[in-house]
């Protein structure tokens, strides 16, 4: 049987193998942005389908972080109950549950533009890939989102989540606080790279404050931008590194600020053949050889012979995918009754444009297949 089986350990968190699903928003939180019904039944179709962890959807930690409604909140202790019975969900059926803590920054301004101007670390006038209103955030307010942090991790912890994820990917704020495209700042939060890295430490210490040393805490670190004078690969595996030392228990290795298009984000398409899989492969296996904690590969994974090559050679510890499993959350149940199975998914991002339009998650050609079968 496949090494993608086995099982795997992250801190006292113990998979029953090495399939992971990588967070995606699922459009599925209540009107109060509370756990739902249709949220659970997403987390016990994946966990029943053979996942080995399932990572929950961006949900924000603070009211000024929030991407577009509705979206799961954990802003305040209400949250818990709910988290328990996602939690539970996905523990019934063998899975283990991380939920990822998420801040959109100025991305907000993006999808919510009636909120005023979303907060971000810096102001740029005349920005050529972002016009959206935004504006700097002041220390006050960076010291309030770091604590949001920390409380929200309290909530799932006390909630009976198995870990949590700190969202620090694609184009969301802690990404925007280590580009020094997006963070022009002249204070402690901008200028070196111990700076601009200065927001993904205090996020460390304020959520094991508040958790204790023993809680599995992940990362989702993007360790290079897709836009000119954005963050280097150099100084993105340089980051991983410090990150795992500081203490991290594992990086899942993604994009940070996306450019123009999807071929320029983590949503790329057309992945027909095996040699446009694994998009971040390199990536992934330069951050493997620089830290001693688990390393998660996400990006276009379809071939379970290429999972197994990259975890064969040490390149990754653990796969994580997103597309496939909207479409068929059995999955990995299905590899493992046939190894050369191929996932149905087409790489098309009709999932991803139905979110846009602020409906549920779903694979857009089965629901097109569904309706003509009506």
């Known amino acids: 049987m496949s090494l993608l089986f086995d099982p795997v350990s992250i801190k006292t968190m113990e998979l029953a193998n090495r399939f992971v699903r990588s967070a995606t928003n699922e459009g599925a939180a209540g009107p109060q942005d509370e756990a739902t019904a249709a949220l659970e039944r997403i987390f016990v179709d994946l966990a029943a389908g053979g996942v080995g962890?399932?990572?929950?959807?961006i949900s924000y930690v603070h009211l000024s972080g929030r991407l577009w409604r509705p979206q799961m909140g954990l802003h305040q202790d209400s949250a818990v109950p709910g988290l328990r019975r996602l939690a539970q969900a996905a523990q019934a059926h063998g899975g283990r549950l991380a939920v990822q803590l998420f801040h959109a920054g100025r991305e907000r301004s993006r999808f919510m533009p009636g909120e005023g101007p979303a907060p971000a670390p810096s102001l740029i006038p005349g920005d050529e890939i972002y016009d959206f209103p935004h504006r700097a955030m002041s220390e006050e307010e960076i010291q309030q989102t770091v604590a949001a942090y920390g409380q929200a991790a309290r909530r799932c912890q006390e909630a009976g989540v198995d870990a949590v994820q700190v969202h620090a990917a694609h184009a969301y704020l802690p990404s925007q606080f280590l580009s020094p495209y997006t963070n022009r700042r002249q204070d402690r939060w901008g200028g070196s790279l111990d700076n601009r890295l200065r927001l993904h430490r205090e996020i460390y210490r304020a959520i094991r404050e508040q958790v204790g040393p023993d809680y599995p805490l992940l990362i989702k670190l993007g360790v290079a931008d897709a836009v000119p004078g954005g963050l280097t690969l150099a100084e993105g595996l340089e980051a991983a590194a410090r990150l795992a030392g500081l203490g991290y228990d594992c990086l899942e290795v993604s994009q940070g600020l996306r450019g123009a298009g999807f071929k320029n984000s983590e949503f790329r398409r057309g992945i027909d053949r095996?040699?446009?899989?694994?998009?971040?492969?390199d990536w992934t296996r330069q951050v493997k050889k620089r830290v001693s904690v688990p390393v998660m590969m996400v990006g276009g994974l379809r071939s379970l012979s290429l999972m197994q090559e990259v975890v064969a050679k040490g390149e990754a510890d653990l796969v994580s995918l997103s597309?496939?499993?909207?479409?068929?959350?059995?999955?990995?149940n299905r590899w493992r009754l046939n190894p050369d199975y191929h996932p149905r998914?087409?790489?098309?991002?009709?999932?991803?444009?139905?979110?846009?339009e602020?409906?549920?998650?779903?694979?857009?050609l089965e629901v097109k297949d569904k309706e003509a079968a009506d």
Request: with cysteine; charged share 25%.
């Open 53 to 57: 962890l399932v990572i929950s959807g």
């Open 274 to 281: 095996p040699d446009k899989e694994a998009y971040f492969r």
């Open 323 to 332: 597309r496939p499993l909207i479409r068929e959350p059995d999955l990995v």
């Open 345 to 356: 998914c087409v790489s098309c991002n009709g999932c991803l444009l139905r979110l846009r």
């Open 358 to 364: 602020h409906k549920p998650l779903a694979c857009a």
